[in-house]
C-alpha cells in the first residue's frame, strides 16, 4: 500500500515539474519573441499554476513598462535626427551666403588689416561649413531608407576615383601613397554614394592625422585595408576611434563624426570595418 501511495505521488510530481518546465519554456519562448517583434499580445502560458502565472504576469508588467520606454527613445532620437537635419540645413544657406560676400570683399581694395581679417573670417567660415556639414551627413546617414538606391558596381573602380579625387590633397601633405588594388573584379549590388562616402571619410581621417605615409590596398577577397603610420596614438584611443563625437585631440575643425558616419554606413549595407593598431601603424579593416 506505502509503495503504491509513494508511486502515486512520484508520478503526480513527475507531471507537476513537466508542466513546470513546459510553462518556463513557453515563457522563455515568448519572452524572446516579445522583444523582437512589436505587438502588445502578453505573454500566456497553459499551465495553471500560481506562481508560473505570478511569473508571467510579472514579465508581461515590464514588458509594457519597457515597450513604453523604447517608443519614448524611437520618437526621442527621430526627432532629434530632423532636428539637427534641419538646423543643418538652415545654418548651411547663410553660410554659403557668407562666403559669397566674402568672395566679393575679397576683390575690392581695401588695407592690410582687412584684408588679414577677412582671412581669417573666411579660415573660420569654411571650418563651420565643415563642422555643419558633417552634422548633417551624419544625421542624413541614421535616416531610414538612406541606402535603399542601390545599382551593382565594381567597388575596384569606386576606390580607384576615391583616390584620385583625393591625389591633389594627399600630395598637398607630401604624402606619396602606396595604391595596391586587385585586378579581381568585386561586384556589389549598394548605394554607391553611401560607400563613397565611407571610402572617403577614411581618406581623409588618414590625411589629417597620418605621419606622412598612407597605404591603401583591396586583396582578391575584396577586403580593404587603410593605413598609416600613427606613432602619437595609443592603443585606448584606437578603441574609441568610432565614438561619435570622439576627437584624438581637441580639434576646433572636427566633429569626430566622420569615423562614425562610415561605421553606420558599412554597417546599414551589412558591411564591417574595425580598427588594428600594431608597432605605431594603424590600419582600417573594411569588408563589404
Known sequence: MLYGLLAVIIILLSIKIYLLKRSAREISDSFADRLHTDTNTPIGISSRDKDMIYLADSINTQLKVLRREHHK????DRELKTAIINISHDI???LTAISGYLDIMKEMDKSEEIEKYLDILEERSAVM???TEEMFSYSVALSDGVNKDKTEFSVNQLLEDTIIGYYGAISEKGIEPVIEISSNKQLRTLNR?????????LINNAIRYSDGDLSIKMNDEGTIFFSNSASSL????VEKLFDRFYTVESSRNS?????AIARTLLEQMNGTIKAEFDNGILTFVVNI
Open 92 to 94: 548651411r544657406t547663410p
Open 73 to 76: 527613445y524611437t520618437v526621442g
Open 234 to 237: 595609443t592603443t585606448v584611443q
Open 193 to 201: 554614394s553611401s560607400l563613397g562616402r565611407v571610402f572617403s571619410n
Open 255 to 259: 566633429t569626430g563624426l566622420g569615423l
Open 129 to 131: 561649413k565643415q563642422l
